[in-house]
């Protein structure tokens, strides 16, 4: 049954602070991900890069090629990392080989979007470049103008010189009258002054020259006006926007792995991984849920994620099904991507009964346990496959894969015809 305005009002109050402040801005060190790309031939073990912020700030963290995330592919030549560092400007450095490469300074001028490090090591020469994680590169070089390198011109309309006076009008100016030739008051006024006959006007008889309106004026503006609305009118009739009960059933929504996995339209669903797997598999479908919707995610276990692309991703220290559903009450008020709730831990199984219920139909709805326990016989059990980032996902429809990378879990490519 749904719950009174009243009782929602904490989960309000609470979501005014998340909304304004996502997950990865209420921390003051910011989290990105590292990558070197390395033409100068294999590097020995260990490869470490150490990063000074401009606050005084250090960190250090060494690169992977195993194909664990947030690297892709094993043995490609590509290392990767995740390192968290406070401040916007950060002095790169590179250790390999017994000695350290300086790569210069590196700064971010986006501080909200999640952020990247791209580092190419070419003849021993290390070159470093802030990016974000939709590609959008730091600062341009210097010197470089507006419009350049990416960069937006400023919002700023030009505006010529004021002008100081109108142009005379071409041909003798028009004489009034003068404190010698005063107007003659009374019926003859528009005409010419008693006495003072003026010139003799080649185009015929003078006529009235008053600033009134005319009837005939009046009644074409009249007119005019009525067709103008006549017109908005049947415009507005001819486009007016669909009602949602006069639009066709949608499309079906294929499934979020692959059609032996559920859709996130298609109702809500369990995942469940192993328990030694499950930090790392919780992370990798967040992230593809994130990918493309908006997120509500719900955990109370002290279950720390990382950072994910897309989203953004806003954080519930609750359970509470009032609380949750309001968060994602007020995200669908707000223009742009879809809705989806994530329950992580096995405390909020009790939670997805009356979430659903709560939930408009078009929020997605994921719950992300652990294999303890009952199972049930509509949930995905979800395992390693090999020793890789492969994953091997069984569902009451069937047996899939997939592998987990930067971007989160990616469905398996499909079958050659």
């Not at 020469?125 to 390198?149: F, R």
């Not at 006069?246 to 032996?260: D, F, I, M, N, V």
């Not at 899939?400 to 971007?407: I, K, L, N, Y």
Request: aromatic content about 4%; some cysteine.
């Amino acid at each position: 049954m749904p719950s009174s305005p009243l009782s929602r009002l904490p989960g309000l109050l609470a979501l005014g602070w998340l909304v304004a402040t996502p997950v990865e801005a209420q921390a003051q060190a910011r989290r990105m991900v590292v990558r070197l790309q390395s033409t100068s031939g294999d590097l020995d073990n260990p490869v470490k890069v150490r990063l000074v912020g401009d606050g005084g700030a250090e960190a250090e963290v060494a690169l992977k090629d195993d194909g664990r995330s947030p690297d892709v592919t094993a043995d490609d030549g590509m290392w990767s990392a995740t390192v968290e560092i406070g401040g916007d400007t950060v002095q790169v450095y590179l250790l390999t080989d017994g000695e350290e490469i300086d790569g210069g300074m590196v700064t971010w001028t986006d501080t909200t979007a999640p952020r990247d490090l791209d580092l190419n090591l070419s003849g021993g020469t290390l070159t470093a470049k802030a990016a974000s994680a939709e590609g959008g590169l730091g600062p341009p070089p210097e010197g470089a103008p507006p419009g350049e390198e990416g960069q937006p011109v400023p919002g700023v309309v030009q505006t010529g010189e004021a002008l100081e006076g109108l142009p005379p009008v071409d041909g003798p100016p028009v004489e009034g009258p003068t404190a010698e030739t005063p107007p003659v008051a009374g019926p003859q006024a528009n005409g010419p002054p008693l006495g003072n006959p003026g010139p003799p006007n080649a185009s015929g008889p003078a006529t009235e020259t008053g600033g009134g309106i005319g009837d005939a004026q009046l009644f074409i503006g009249l007119g005019v006006g009525i067709l103008a609305l006549v017109g908005v009118g049947w415009l507005w009739f001819v486009n007016r926007r669909r009602g949602e009960d006069e639009l066709p059933p949608p499309q079906p929504e294929p499934g979020l792995l692959g059609p032996l996995t559920p859709s996130l339209s298609a109702g809500s669903s369990t995942w469940r991984a192993d328990p030694e797997d499950f930090d790392a598999f919780a992370w990798a479908l967040l992230a593809r849920v994130a990918r493309h919707r908006k997120v509500v995610l719900a955990t109370t276990e002290g279950i720390e994620l990382g950072p994910v692309f897309g989203g953004p991703v806003y954080r519930s220290s609750t359970l509470d099904v009032a609380e949750i559903a309001d968060m994602a009450d007020a995200l669908e008020e707000k223009a742009g991507a879809p809705v989806a709730v994530v329950l992580v831990g096995d405390a909020a199984t009790e939670t997805l009964p009356g979430l659903r219920a709560e939930l408009s139909a078009s929020t997605g709805l994921i719950l992300i346990g652990t294999t303890r326990g009952t199972v049930e016989p509509r949930a995905l059990r979800c395992s390693r496959s090999g020793t890789g980032n492969g994953w091997r996902i069984e569902g009451p429809d069937g047996v899939t894969g997939a592998r987990s990378g930067a971007f989160g879990l990616e469905p398996p490519p499909p079958e050659a015809p």
